[in-house]
């Protein structure tokens, strides 16, 4: 099946309400290929929003969770996501390669479980504070790839990471393990807002990844799909120099 350059797009969903939530879902359904539900959004109205992104029809659902707890409860949360219908889902890679296992297990054929390495807002300090060998407060950066080995053993689809880290991913578990990448912000974009390893639309994809999550560039952006028309130019620029 060919990819269309759209389906590289992943617009989080992060508002408070359903009904915002529903006006972009609305602008910029048959532009993206995926949008995103996180915890905030799930937890208020999970339910509606999923349910008006399938009757839209047009974009594949990511139910971002994050879950993080014992096997048999992950599995069975994970049976749960896969009824929503979720093209994509996420487990933490910290606790256990059980942990992992049993989320795959649980999401079954359809939906597809990627593994969090490191969240990007955690420092070195944290991880030593965490009890995390000093060594990987020195290269936070080993920790994700020794996590990314675990997610992959574990049969996990691939992992969040971000652009910088994308070609070393690939390199090590090869190009279908599947990388989802925050932290976008094309050239155009003047604000990096709180995210730090920020890369650009096209250095993403030259780099590998296969979704860029792209959010406060296209929402705040003046004219959102004017946005989204412009980062697809980007991407496809960037495939055709692949
Ligand atoms: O493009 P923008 O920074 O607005 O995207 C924010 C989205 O990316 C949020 O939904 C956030 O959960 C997600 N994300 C992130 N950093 C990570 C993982 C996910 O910002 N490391």
């Known amino acids: 099946m060919n990819r269309l350059t759209k389906d590289y797009i992943v617009f989080p969903l992060d508002f408070s309400t359903?009904?915002?939530?529903?006006?972009y879902v609305?602008?910029?359904?048959?532009?993206?290929?995926?949008?995103?539900?996180?915890?905030?959004?799930?937890?208020?109205s999970g339910?509606?929003?999923?349910?008006?992104?399938?009757?839209?029809?047009?974009?594949?659902?990511?139910?971002?969770?994050?879950?993080?707890?014992?096997?048999?409860?992950?599995?069975?949360?994970m049976e749960q996501i896969a009824a929503w219908r979720a093209a994509y889902t996420t487990v933490h890679c910290?606790?256990?390669?059980?942990?992992?296992?049993?989320?795959?297990?649980?999401?079954?054929?359809?939906?597809?479980?990627?593994?969090?390495?490191?969240?990007?807002?955690?420092?070195?300090?944290d991880l030593q504070e965490s009890g995390l060998d000093s060594a990987y407060a020195d290269d936070p950066g080993a920790l994700v790839i020794k996590r990314a080995q675990m997610?992959?053993?574990?049969?996990?689809?691939?992992?969040?990471?971000?652009?910088?880290?994308?070609?070393?991913?690939?390199?090590?578990?090869?190009?279908?393990?599947?990388?989802?990448?925050?932290g976008i912000r094309p050239g155009w974009a003047v604000e990096a807002d709180d995210q730090k390893r920020v890369v650009t639309p096209g250095r993403a994809v030259q780099n590998g990844a296969d979704y860029l999550v792209i959010g406060r560039p296209i929402r705040d952006a003046g004219d959102p799909v004017d946005a989204v028309e412009m980062i697809t130019s980007e991407i496809e620029d960037?495939?055709?120099g692949r």
Do not use: N, W
């Open 238 to 240: 960037a495939l055709a």
């Open 18 to 23: 359903a009904a915002e939530a529903r006006k």
């Open 26 to 44: 609305r602008l910029l359904s048959g532009r993206v290929g995926m949008f995103k539900v996180g915890l905030e959004l799930f937890i208020r």
């Open 151 to 182: 997610a992959y053993d574990a049969g996990c689809a691939g992992v969040v990471c971000s652009g910088q880290e994308v070609a070393e991913i690939k390199r090590r578990f090869g190009d279908r393990f599947v990388t989802m990448v925050p």
């Open 94 to 125: 910290a606790e256990s390669r059980a942990m992992l296992q049993a989320a795959v297990e649980g999401a079954g054929l359809k939906t597809r479980v990627l593994g969090v390495t490191v969240l990007t807002s955690v420092s070195g300090r």
């Open 47 to 77: 339910a509606e929003v999923l349910e008006t992104i399938r009757k839209e029809g047009r974009a594949r659902i990511f139910l971002d969770l994050k879950l993080h707890d014992i096997p048999v409860t992950v599995s069975r949360a």
